[in-house]
């Protein structure tokens, strides 16, 4: 049972373009989203994450937009570098439980083309 | 230095060997996670450990086994490989904020391949 699904699995861009990449959830008790960003070779490391009581969090060109009642949230990359080339994956987590857990999408490959 | 150091970063080995897959981490964190990417399939937990003495299975722990032996160190064993745990490997660490949710930090990875 796949919690988190996330779409598309590949995207390519033009540079300067926007990328937009869509997750979403079914366990409506998940209360923190995060997103990561994953370079070849390395390890994912967190980019940009979003509680449920505000529907859009922006962090220079990386924007995440959430809705609860669709239980959907989205990535959008705005003026899309080379080096924004990687792979994303969403997550979604219930802080409430206090494990930490961290529930992933299936990823996304980004390829910015110059 | 790397806060968070898997060994070795690439393995092969044949179905049926065991295998130990190795993470170290200096961050002083308490929770640590260990993971399989899969083209596809998004990163997925394995086990996790809130401390040297609690353990716990994630959503795919069968035909895996994890040992904590510090809270510096958890690894991840196969105790008889089969080829369809070929994936890339990853620990994580985190520390506990009550009713939040902490960064997990990631290592660099195990690409390990059961022919």
């Known amino acids: 049972q796949q919690q988190v699904k996330q779409s598309p699995q590949s995207l390519i861009v033009q540079k300067g373009g926007i990328s937009i990449i869509n997750c979403a959830y079914e366990?409506?008790?998940?209360?923190?989203f995060p997103w990561y960003q994953q370079f070849p070779g390395k390890g994912p490391a967190l980019l940009i994450a979003i509680r449920p009581d505000v529907s859009e969090k922006k962090e220079g060109r990386f924007t995440i937009s959430f809705n609860k009642s669709a239980k959907q949230f989205s990535l959008h990359i705005m003026d899309s570098q080379p080096g924004d080339s990687a792979t994303y994956f969403c997550?979604?987590?219930?802080?409430?439980?206090?494990?930490?857990?961290?529930?992933f999408g299936q990823g996304t490959t980004l390829q910015v083309k110059p | 230095d790397a806060d968070v150091t898997q060994t070795p970063r690439n393995r092969i080995t044949k179905t049926g060997k065991r295998i130990m897959l190795e993470c170290s981490q200096t961050k002083g964190h308490d929770r640590m996670y260990w993971y399989r990417q899969d083209p596809g399939l998004g990163l997925r937990l394995i086990y996790y450990?809130?401390?040297?003495?609690?353990?716990n299975k994630g959503e795919i722990s069968d035909g895996y086994s994890v040992s904590r032996q510090a809270q510096a160190k958890f690894s991840l064993s196969l105790e008889s490989a089969i080829p369809n745990q070929t994936a890339l490997y990853f620990c994580a660490t985190s520390d506990f904020r009550a009713f939040a949710v902490s960064e997990q930090f990631f290592g660099p990875g195990t690409r390990l391949t059961v022919l």
């Open positions: 997550a979604a987590s219930q802080a409430s439980s206090n494990t930490g857990k961290l529930i």
């Open positions: 366990n409506t008790a998940f209360d923190y």
């Open positions: 450990s809130f401390d040297v003495k609690d353990i």
